[in-house]
């Protein structure tokens, strides 16, 4: 069966730095784009990162913050967020995508910045 297990979160203050992790399996985790979406409750889910054969996407607030990045020998993206800020604040979600009809969403895991 397909997991997409997401770890790493936490409570961090402002500037400080955390490192998200998703872990895959039950599919060919190389021949996925893999994506971090962020949600707070009443908002849509937002775009943040994704990283494929094509290439690496970043949204623009997270430029020169955030880095993404996967092994895909231990099928496992990640990504490392630094400077964070109070905005930031968000339910972060792993997704794995080969097309339209094979797409996978972890369970998320939340991540709280302030004081």
């Known amino acids: 069966q397909v997991q997409l297990v997401e770890s790493g979160g936490g409570l961090v203050q402002p500037g400080g730095s955390l490192r998200l992790s998703c872990a895959a399996s039950g599919f060919t985790f190389s021949s996925y784009a893999m994506s971090w979406y962020r949600q707070v409750p009443g908002k849509e889910r937002e775009f943040v990162a994704t990283?494929?054969?094509?290439?690496?996407n970043y949204l623009a607030s997270v430029k020169g913050r955030f880095t993404i990045s996967r092994d895909n020998a231990k099928k496992t993206v990640y990504l490392q967020m630094n400077s964070l800020k109070p905005e930031d604040t968000a339910v972060y979600y792993c997704k794995a995508r080969f097309d339209s009809i094979r797409e996978y969403w972890g369970q998320g895991t939340q991540v709280t910045v302030s004081l």
């Open positions: 990283i494929s054969s094509v290439g690496i």
